[in-house]
């Protein structure tokens, strides 16, 4: 998505273009912004105040707007309204401690917005303190009493996908043990924004490592019946370990199960175990980042009772209204030019057109690189299921086809970012072949 600040009367010419060598169809939508009056902080000389203990405040980005002068929240380059390129819409929160130490501010959305610190009394003295990079959800940083503190949250041009969000002070509540998610019943998902969270003193370490965990988070369940139960963290945004406690408080010697990635297939991270049930019996569940560089998300868990579906059923459970012709593999009821099959590798909605990525290319001085923005850990299975497949590949007439191997660059929240490149003699059409693994 672009945002342009336009006049009225002024003329605007529009080129869609791609660095393939292949034609394809383009659909371009033009809307103007919702109407509705602005939030009452939408400026900065009218905040929402904060008081000293606060522990959230709720807000959306979606009607407000970029005052005159107002500074370029995420850097993406504008400088102004009356720029092509303006500055973020913003809300403002002040905020004035009355004690020092160490703060974590959260933003808790489902979008990608800018959340930038600033410190000083006058407008024009303020002085910038911390920002969350793209992809984050969180800052952390040392609070002094007495001063006051200017918090903006704003949309990231060009792409500027608005949301409700609630900004949060502190960790998750399962940051702590004694604040663990009760999970209920035969079968449960549970997702956390893990911005904040930390380990607590003498917290168990990994079974399979000396490392120590990173951002953990607790759950509890008690089991309704004598069995067995299926764990995993399918739908988390970073690579996770799942680690099952049978006392409280937990310690080496009751961890019952433990997993770090249940695949070995490229750009999966999600854990799974499966752990034998005792009715009555209590278990600690815990979740922590493998990597203690990798950015905070998402953290879900998903407890069932019976083994979990393959790939396409699991899929397709997610979008009740997908029936008759509608639910094939083939089917592309949005009309996006993805199949269904396309749409569960890529991570978008079979409902919702605006959702469509595509191969991304770009033009280097030895040839091409096209990335992708696929949902590895969607397409495998648990257990003894037929996972999904995805399979790069290239061709000079779009008749013979041959893979090519992509190079995993980095995940993007639960996506895997992947990029192949090819030189100037290569085949110049690329493809994504989604399949059953064989």
Same mark, same amino acid.
């Given at each position: 998505?672009?945002?342009?600040?336009?006049?009225?009367?002024?003329?605007?010419?529009?080129?869609?273009?791609?660095?393939?060598?292949?034609?394809?169809?383009?659909?371009?939508?033009?809307?103007? @912004?919702?109407? &509705? %009056? %602005?939030?009452?902080?939408?400026?900065?000389?009218?905040?929402? #105040? #904060?008081? %000293?203990?606060?522990?959230?405040?709720?807000?959306?980005?979606?009607?407000?707007?970029?005052?005159? &002068?107002?500074?370029?929240?995420?850097?993406?380059?504008?400088?102004?309204?009356?720029? #092509?390129?303006?500055?973020?819409?913003?809300?403002?929160?002040?905020?004035?401690?009355?004690?020092?130490?160490?703060?974590?501010?959260?933003?808790?959305?489902?979008?990608?917005?800018?959340?930038?610190?600033?410190?000083?009394?006058?407008?024009?003295?303020?002085?910038?303190?911390?920002d969350v990079l793209p992809g984050q959800r969180q800052l952390s940083f040392s609070a002094r009493a007495g001063e006051n503190y200017h918090i903006a949250v704003a949309t990231r041009p060009p792409f500027e996908t608005t949301a409700p969000f609630t900004l949060r002070f502190g960790g998750p509540a399962n940051d702590l043990l004694a604040g663990a998610i009760t999970l209920t019943g035969a079968n449960a998902t549970s997702s956390v924004d893990s911005a904040g969270a930390g380990t607590e003193e003498g917290e168990p370490g990994y079974g399979f490592t000396l490392e120590t965990p990173h951002a953990s988070l607790w759950w509890k369940w008690t089991a309704p019946f004598s069995g067995s139960v299926w764990l995993d963290t399918r739908g988390s945004e970073f690579d996770t370990v799942l680690t099952v406690f049978g006392t409280d408080p937990p310690d080496t010697t009751s961890r019952i199960a433990e997993n770090d990635n249940h695949s070995s297939r490229p750009g999966t991270t999600a854990s799974a175990v499966r752990v034998p049930t005792t009715a009555g019996q209590t278990w600690l569940i815990r979740i922590t980042r493998r990597d203690a560089a990798e950015p905070s998300g998402l953290a879900t868990l998903n407890l069932t009772t019976s083994p979990p579906l393959d790939p396409w059923p699991r899929w397709l459970a997610g979008f009740p209204?997908?029936? &008759?012709?509608?639910?094939?593999?083939?089917?592309?009821?949005?009309?996006?030019?993805?199949?269904?099959?396309?749409?569960?590798?890529?991570?978008?909605?079979?409902?919702?057109?605006?959702?469509?990525?595509?191969?991304?290319?770009?033009?280097? %001085?030895?040839?091409?690189?096209?990335?992708?923005?696929?949902?590895?850990?969607?397409?495998?299975?648990?257990?003894? &299921?037929?996972?999904?497949?995805?399979?790069?590949?290239?061709?000079?007439?779009?008749?013979?086809?041959? @893979?090519? @191997?992509?190079?995993?660059?980095?995940?993007?929240?639960?996506?895997?970012?992947?990029?192949?490149?090819l030189t100037k003699d290569d085949p110049p059409f690329v493809r994504l072949l989604i399949r059953r693994a064989r």
């Amino acid at each position: 998505m672009l945002r342009l600040a336009s006049e009225a009367g002024t003329r605007w010419t529009l080129v869609s273009q791609t660095a393939l060598r292949r034609l394809r169809a383009a659909t371009l939508s033009l809307s103007s @912004p919702a109407g &509705g %009056p %602005p939030p009452a902080n939408d400026s900065w000389l009218t905040p929402q #105040l #904060l008081a %000293p203990t606060w522990t959230s405040a709720a807000g959306d980005v979606t009607l407000a707007s970029c005052q005159a &002068g107002e500074p370029d929240h995420s850097d993406s380059g504008g400088t102004g309204v009356a720029t #092509l390129l303006p500055p973020g819409r913003s809300v403002w929160y002040d905020w004035a401690p009355t004690t020092s130490g160490p703060v974590t501010l959260r933003l808790e959305t489902t979008t990608d917005l800018a959340m930038r610190l600033y410190r000083g009394l006058s407008r024009s003295e303020w002085l910038p303190v911390q920002d969350v990079l793209p992809g984050q959800r969180q800052l952390s940083f040392s609070a002094r009493a007495g001063e006051n503190y200017h918090i903006a949250v704003a949309t990231r041009p060009p792409f500027e996908t608005t949301a409700p969000f609630t900004l949060r002070f502190g960790g998750p509540a399962n940051d702590l043990l004694a604040g663990a998610i009760t999970l209920t019943g035969a079968n449960a998902t549970s997702s956390v924004d893990s911005a904040g969270a930390g380990t607590e003193e003498g917290e168990p370490g990994y079974g399979f490592t000396l490392e120590t965990p990173h951002a953990s988070l607790w759950w509890k369940w008690t089991a309704p019946f004598s069995g067995s139960v299926w764990l995993d963290t399918r739908g988390s945004e970073f690579d996770t370990v799942l680690t099952v406690f049978g006392t409280d408080p937990p310690d080496t010697t009751s961890r019952i199960a433990e997993n770090d990635n249940h695949s070995s297939r490229p750009g999966t991270t999600a854990s799974a175990v499966r752990v034998p049930t005792t009715a009555g019996q209590t278990w600690l569940i815990r979740i922590t980042r493998r990597d203690a560089a990798e950015p905070s998300g998402l953290a879900t868990l998903n407890l069932t009772t019976s083994p979990p579906l393959d790939p396409w059923p699991r899929w397709l459970a997610g979008f009740p209204s997908l029936t &008759g012709p509608a639910a094939l593999e083939t089917a592309d009821p949005d009309n996006d030019g993805l199949t269904h099959l396309a749409e569960l590798a890529l991570g978008t909605s079979p409902l919702a057109a605006n959702s469509r990525r595509s191969l991304t290319p770009t033009a280097i %001085p030895t040839g091409w690189q096209v990335e992708a923005l696929l949902d590895r850990d969607a397409l495998d299975s648990i257990g003894e &299921g037929t996972p999904l497949e995805v399979i790069w590949q290239t061709s000079r007439d779009l008749l013979t086809w041959q @893979p090519s @191997p992509a190079t995993p660059i980095r995940r993007q929240g639960k996506l895997s970012l992947e990029r192949l490149t090819l030189t100037k003699d290569d085949p110049p059409f690329v493809r994504l072949l989604i399949r059953r693994a064989r």
